[in-house]
């Protein structure tokens, strides 16, 4: 591989290849013709060559061009014998097809989902190359369209397979799953739904993931994703040594995709958006309705209205935007305190209050700052 004018360029040689039945890496490479080595890619439209010498593009399969043209994901030669010499084939035909908006070959459908291909998806292929075709589906163009052919080819449970004799509590199966990702993709299905739209709300902090005032890198839009796909399993546990439960959102991600970087956020996000459940009545109503079971920030309830509470607790657009007025080493001069668990707290009620009175002044701040610490020392 080189790197030539801001291009990396491969150069390897025709080739034939021969696969055994444990393995996606060829067991035995000979040198090929151009046809033999068209004839073993995984899709027409990755069959084409371009001729360096006559400046022409060459299709020998005889499909490639055509195939390009109208729009349709098909196997060189017989989808089954392709998909079983490498089962990655399956998913890489499924992201080229929602990549470019292709029609998925009805033989290619068929071959995908029996249950010699789904056999070899399983021990040919490592969860490692699984989860970084998935990656690439989340991250693309459409992620809800791409996990739909997933499901409809009946590879979702192979694809994010779960604990060993466990049974998932989900009664319409992966279509449920989807629908969650889908409804947060797209925010007039959310409409439809005003709590999920709150909750989707919160993991996202806009409706719109696709629209230029996104404010989310692909990182968090990736992890959202994940995060609304599998929101209903998010109070499901499975169990492990010494009887620990363990929640199996854990075990899909970091088993099934290994994506061990990712399990903690998504876990995070599906708690966050649990204790802001018994929000939605609240924001949903134009009365200033006390919410239930919500763990208010001590010291702060008998300062600010109900309506200031919500305020707080839900955050704001652009939260992330907002700076303190006063900062650690503010509190420790104002306050006279040593650096610790104290100055933590009262970073927070500071903030707390920021959210809930907006227009006040740094010099404000610290006046209840002062009188809040004097009535808690009367207290004492």
Partial sequence: MLNLFGMRIDFVNLRSEEYTENSRIPSKQSFGTPEVDAYRRDLTINSLFYNIHSDSVEDFTK??????????????????????????????????????????????KVAAACGDVKDALAAKISKERIGKEI?????????????????????????????????????DGCESLVKYMEMYAKPNLMKRNRG????????????????????????????SLFAALFLPLKNITYQVKKAKMVPVVNYIIVDSLKRNEDAKMVLDLHQASQKFLSLIP???????????????????????????????????????????????????????????????????????????????????????????????????
Wanted: glycine residues 4%; proline residues 6%.
């Fill in 63 to 108: 499909r490639g061009i055509s195939d390009l043209k109208s729009g349709r994901i098909v196997t060189p030669l017989p989808p089954k014998a392709i998909f079983l010499d490498d089962p990655l084939r399956v998913l890489r035909a499924i992201r080229f097809g929602v990549r470019f908006e292709f029609t998925l070959d009805e033989d290619l």
């Fill in 282 to 380: 609240c924001l949903a109503s134009n009365e200033d309705l006390q919410p239930d079971d919500v763990d208010w920030i001590r010291g702060l309830i008998d300062d600010v209205s109900i309506a200031s509470r919500v305020r707080v607790l839900t955050g704001l657009d652009k939260v992330w935007e907002v700076k303190p007025l006063i900062s650690g080493e503010d509190i420790k001069n104002v306050l006279q305190l040593e650096e610790g668990p104290l100055v933590k707290e009262w970073k927070e009620k500071s903030m707390a209050w920021e959210l809930a009175n907006p227009s006040r002044t740094t010099e404000e701040c610290i006046d209840w700052l002062r009188e809040t610490n004097s009535k808690r020392v009367k207290l004492e």
């Fill in 135 to 171: 990656d690439l589906m989340i991250s693309g163009n459409q992620p809800v369209k791409a996990l739909t052919h997933i499901c409809d080819l009946t590879l979702f449970w192979n694809v994010f397979s779960l604990p060993p004799k466990f049974e998932p509590a989900i009664p």
């Fill in 196 to 223: 999920f739209a709150f909750l989707t709300w919160i993991l996202h902090g806009t409706l719109s993931i696709y629209s230029k005032e996104s404010t989310f890198k692909d990182k968090e839009r990736r992890l």
